[in-house]
């Protein structure tokens, strides 16, 4: 090896080391500031020692930055070196891989790398790589309803970053957690305890973003408890000081205030989503939103509808949609005495809530 090769080396180590230090516990200054010092201190190319690795741990910070377009460039760049993927290598490679996928809501794709790299986490005998690796893996496990499993990864993880003062935010991020799957559970006493507990971590490190966060997700712990009127304080609680609005907690809002009656709040903001479907041409909250103005606005027959809308999921394999609105539709057409389409849309609702369980084996 050359003596430039050698100062590569020596340079990029504890550089990259550091760097990926602060990725792990999301601290995105120092992480901006170590990648600008990487780019300034230390030329990486093809053929040079530690470049790969540079690449996937950028990987992961634009992923964290939520610079998806930026990401899959890099995962293009990083898959043409997927001979060379070695060591560790191999699961930063799938992990980060499935950090992306669950990101876009692949949760197929996200669990699938999560067990690949599982079978290489052993031979990094990493202790907060161990603790990432459950809260992610618990991530995972409540969006496809396994509950209980959530909750014994997320203390696993939670246990694991207490032991470090740095990765506080990490543990308020296990408590997030583990207040989703407790409201999901209806134990909705312990889920409240963990946003509370989660929200004073955030204060004390001034994350401001994940303070709205938690306030969004005690309103959505709130209107599932049938709580309507809470719920819309802590959704509002959610968009203070936000540069732009997010359909789902604009389709929480709305819906809340139907329910309480307020017509001309609900509108309000259902227009506000509409708006924004409109932009960004998300058929999702099109349909979502179309339902809720046939339920409570009667703009169109809800039946109607939900039917287009569940065609619409099954087409696109959205098998948690079409559970949950199959049931719906099923339930109105018992109530008019359709016992044939009745029966129809709760098998449908069956059969998808298996495929929702059946991503999880």
């Known amino acids: 090896m050359d003596v430039q090769t050698n ?7 504890p550089l990259l080391k550091t760097w990926y230090h602060n990725l792990r516990a999301q601290n995105i200054e120092n992480a901006r500031a170590i990648k600008k010092k ?14 790969l690795e540079f690449l996937l741990y950028d990987f992961r910070y634009h992923i964290l930055l939520e610079q ?9 760049r990083i898959e043409s ?31 699938e790398n999560y067990l690949k790299a599982e079978n290489e986490l052993m031979e990094l005998n990493d202790e907060i790589e161990l603790a990432e690796f459950h809260y992610k893996m618990g991530s995972v496990y409540f969006h496809l309803d396994y509950l209980t499993t959530g909750i014994q990864c997320a203390n696993r993880a939670m ?18 957690l583990l207040g989703a799957c407790y409201k999901d559970l209806k134990m909705f006493d312990q889920g409240l305890e963990f946003y509370e507990s989660a929200k004073v971590c955030y204060e004390k490190i001034e994350d401001h973003q994940h303070i709205r966060i938690v306030n969004v997700n005690t309103g959505r712990l709130l209107a599932k408890k049938g709580d309507s009127v809470k719920a819309i304080h802590f959704y509002e609680l959610g ?7 997010r359909l789902p907690i604009l389709f929480s809002l709305a819906e809340e205030y139907f329910k309480v009656g307020n017509i001309s ?14 932009k960004t041409n998300n058929q999702i909250y099109n349909y979502e939103f179309s339902i809720l103005e046939a339920e409570y606005l009667n703009t169109n027959d809800i039946k109607t509808v939900l039917e287009e809308a569940i065609l619409y999921y099954v087409d696109q394999g959205l098998w948690e949609y079409v559970k949950n609105y199959g049931i719906s539709l099923a339930e109105l057409y018992e109530e008019i005495e359709d016992y044939k389409k ?11 809530r298996k495929k929702v369980s059946l991503r999880g084996k």
């Open 7 to 13: 100062t590569v080396k020596n340079n990029a180590e």
């Open 38 to 51: 990487i780019g300034d201190e230390v030329e990486l190319e093809e053929n040079q020692p530690y470049f």
């Open 68 to 76: 998806f377009d930026k990401a899959q460039v890099l995962l293009e």
């Open 81 to 111: 070196f997927k001979p060379d993927i070695n060591g560790k290598l191999t699961y930063y490679y799938h992990f980060f891989k499935g950090q992306y996928a669950y990101d876009q809501d692949h949760l197929d794709e996200a669990l």
């Open 159 to 176: 246990k694991i970053f207490k032991q470090y003062d740095e990765f506080e935010k990490r543990v308020a991020d296990c408590k997030v």
């Open 239 to 245: 968009l203070e000081n936000v540069t732009e609005y």
């Open 265 to 278: 709040k609900g509108m309000f903001w259902l227009d506000k989503g509409k708006e924004i479907v409109a």
């Open 342 to 352: 009745a029966s129809e849309y709760y098998r449908l609702s069956s059969q998808a």
